[in-house]
């Protein structure tokens, strides 16, 4: 009865709160928070969230919000509003999420990073050592002072209350070269490329592109061509394959993914067998039906941010540390292809929060001890936090059959994904006219 009576208060409370009745919608407020003991931490939450929403006092404000988390936690709108009041997010940034806006058309200015040899002025390019830039022509060695610094999540939230959480890649980027003045688009599927004219290596900074969400961490290409060649040459000896055409040298490049970070509980209806005593002693068995929680802890839940190579990177990802991610910086980009993401972060969350959920319900019995699952709900789990990464990849072609089979190659250790292609018997020995130069 308590409940029912403080969920009338607070319903009545947020009408009057949203037609700008605050002095009316306050005493309903204040009523649903105090009449009761027993109101449910949801119930408590929320009136504390619309306590702060009828109120301008800033110190006022941040206790009511900071109540309505005590109470959830993962209140969106409560972090949200605090965030503002934090300076943390401008309102001017939030977004209606009944009216996004459409991605823009046309070409749009950005900043390019243009990287050159402060001894030779030279085209300088990332080494996959993970640690230098070293110029094409003098063979200068800079060292990129990689830190130890871990990088750093963003909350999910606060993304989603503002385009970043939605953005899309734009149409196309214009970029000026400052190694020759030129101007040059860039495909919105890639954010680095090389000057036709003068050769300069530019990455944007996304940082400018307010639709686009810049990368947070980079797994740099840790080998180069020739040595992705003979992973390629032994994962092809290993399944037996013979192509039926030239194959091309690997082609290195970086593709997008997201991460997240999951919290929260997952409910669940079970049932167990339970031993009882009788008087007779003799043993009787029982089934009892509950209903409980499980805390769930989620870290770095990878998925794809690209739709094109979405399968052969979701089957290669596993093979990934991604504990290595080092913090981005533009300069491993330097002469690198880099693919912008086309799938956005809030779509991308909501297949991690799928995929985990999917799992943990799989782990639920044996977690739990011998159980029978009745149903479990995802309701309570959150996406607490996010990175987008850059994977370092070698990708081919391999024909057989009459069609070219995608091969890719995972540029930090040499895994290899061609999971399309057929085994066949024969070995064969192109590319050995590459290595023979070593």
């Known amino acids: ?41 949801d119930t408590m939450a929320e009136a504390w969230y619309w306590m702060a929403m009828v109120t301008d006092e800033p110190a006022e404000k941040r206790k009511a919000l900071e109540n309505a988390l005590s109470h959830d936690l993962r209140h969106a709108r409560a972090r949200r509003e605090l965030a503002i009041l934090d300076g943390k997010l401008k309102p001017e940034d939030l977004v209606d999420p009944n009216a996004l806006p459409a991605p823009k058309a046309g070409t749009v200015h950005a900043d390019a990073d243009r990287f050159m040899c402060p001894k030779c002025g030279g085209r300088m390019s990332f080494a996959p050592d993970g640690q230098s830039l070293v110029c094409e022509y003098c063979t200068r060695n800079e060292t990129l002072g990689a830190t130890q610094a871990e990088t750093e999540e963003e909350d999910f939230i606060l993304a989603m209350s503002t385009l970043r959480g939605h953005g899309q890649p734009l149409s196309q980027q214009v970029f000026h070269c ?34 686009l969400v810049a990368p947070d961490a980079v797994l740099p290409h840790a080998f180069h061509q020739k040595h992705a060649a003979r992973y390629l040459i032994q994962w092809v000896e290993k399944h037996k394959i013979k192509p039926e055409a030239k194959v091309e040298l690997p082609r290195g490049l970086y593709l997008p993914i997201w991460t997240f970070d999951l919290g929260g509980v997952i409910s669940y209806t079970a049932e167990r067998v339970e031993k009882e005593d009788n008087p007779f002693n003799k043993h009787q068995y029982r089934t009892v039906r509950f209903t409980d929680e499980y805390p769930i802890s989620v870290n770095d839940q990878p998925i794809p941010a690209t739709r094109k190579l979405s399968q052969p990177l979701t089957r290669l990802l596993p093979t990934f540390d991604l504990t290595a991610a080092k913090p981005y910086d533009p300069r491993y980009l330097a002469d690198w292809p880099a693919e912008v993401y086309d799938v956005t972060m809030g779509d991308a969350s909501l297949d991690a929060r799928g995929q985990a959920f999917k799992r943990m319900k799989a782990d639920l019995p044996n977690l739990l001890g011998t159980i029978s699952l009745i149903s479990s709900s995802s309701a309570g789990m959150a996406v607490e936090s996010f990175k987008l990464v850059l994977l370092p990849i070698w990708m081919t072609e391999v024909r057989q059959e009459g069609k070219d089979h995608l091969v890719l190659i995972n540029g930090q250790n040499g895994a290899v994904d061609g999971a399309t292609l057929e085994k066949k018997t024969g070995l064969f020995d192109w590319l050995s006219d590459v290595l023979d130069d070593d």
């Open 178 to 211: 400052d190694g020759c003045g030129a101007e040059f688009t860039l495909p919105p599927t890639l954010i680095s490329a090389t000057c036709l004219y003068c050769g300069s290596a530019h990455v944007v900074s996304l940082e400018h592109v307010r639709d």
């Open 1 to 41: 009865m308590q409940q029912d009576y403080a969920n009338s208060m607070l319903r009545s409370g947020i009408l009057e709160a949203k037609t700008g009745a605050r002095g009316v919608a306050r005493r309903y407020l204040e009523r649903a928070l105090y009449s009761s003991n027993n109101a449910s931490h």
